[in-house]
């Protein structure tokens, strides 16, 4: 217990427990702006969650089993969140017409206009972190993309669309390359939701 990054005698001495307890401060920031849009809206976060992501996201992503990979909880939970939505006429379900069992999931057009007033609940996180210098922010992104994908490998984030993960993506020596878009990738290039994006067979590549 006394090892916990949340006990202040070891993590002031823990360089590692100060970040997880820093990460951890961060993604309440992330929380409370979800409520408080959410709030204002009349959606609980993840409903809120799942119009956004469906407005952004090819069909194939925008259903219940993906959507519960995507946000880490249980296809119940994410049923009953579809239901309110569909009961407000903010989704419709595109049924498949090869499995009945199985649909898409729609905006309508109230749906996209609750989405005009949603997407952009973040801005005030992202202007704190648009206030960082370049070498930060470069820095800042590497330490978060190379921590998203050790996550995935160990099983803890189910699903990822970055590079690292793609089978387009290779690495030799010192260099990233695309092989879809034929181009060199800096750091900064490398994607963390990557609409092309193909998994691999084997491991991610670091």
């Known amino acids: 217990m006394k090892q916990s990054a949340f006990n202040p005698e070891h993590q002031n001495n823990d360089l590692p427990s100060k970040i997880v307890a820093g990460l951890e401060r961060i993604s309440e920031v992330f929380k409370f702006l979800l409520w408080e849009k959410a709030k204002v809206i009349g959606l609980s976060p993840i409903q809120m969650q799942i119009i956004i992501f469906v407005a952004f996201h090819k069909d194939d992503l925008c259903n219940v089993s993906h959507l519960a990979n995507e946000f880490n909880i249980t296809k119940p939970t994410i049923s009953d969140a579809l239901k309110v939505l569909e009961k407000k006429n903010l989704i419709i379900k595109d049924i498949s017409s090869k ?29 704190e ?23 995935h490998q160990n099983e803890i984030l ?33 994607r963390l939701d990557c609409p092309e994006h193909e998994e691999r067979t084997n491991q991610a590549v670091l």
């Open 99 to 127: 499995d009945s069992r199985s649909y898409t999931i729609k905006l309508t057009d109230k749906g996209h206009e609750v989405l005009s007033k949603i997407y952009n609940f973040s801005a005030p996180l992202r202007d």
């Open 129 to 151: 972190v648009n206030a960082l210098t370049s070498i930060e922010l470069e820095s800042l992104y590497a330490a978060i993309s190379h921590l998203i994908i050790q996550l």
């Open 158 to 190: 189910k699903i990822q669309r970055t590079c690292f993960t793609c089978r387009f993506y290779e690495k030799n020596d010192n260099s990233e390359y695309c092989n879809l878009l034929q181009q060199n990738l800096k750091r900064r290039d490398i």
